[in-house]
């Protein structure tokens, strides 16, 4: 059943099998507000993450309330 979006969850599962299961990609991407750096052997590039909105069919979440 559907509900609200969350927030800070913890996905159990395989990468391979969430992103399997993803029905929709929406259309407002955004990124994060921390960015940071990864690198090897002392070189170094700015990395930063983002996500759109996803709806993935099923899937086990857990955390704490």
Known sequence: RLTAPIKQ???IGTNIDILQ???RV????SF???TGTCG???QEVPVTDGCPTIKISRMTVGGQS
């Open 21 to 23: 299961k993803i029905e």
């Open 9 to 11: 969850a913890t996905l």
């Open 32 to 34: 994060g507000l921390q």
């Open 40 to 42: 090897k052997e002392g």
């Open 26 to 29: 929406g259309a407002d991407l």
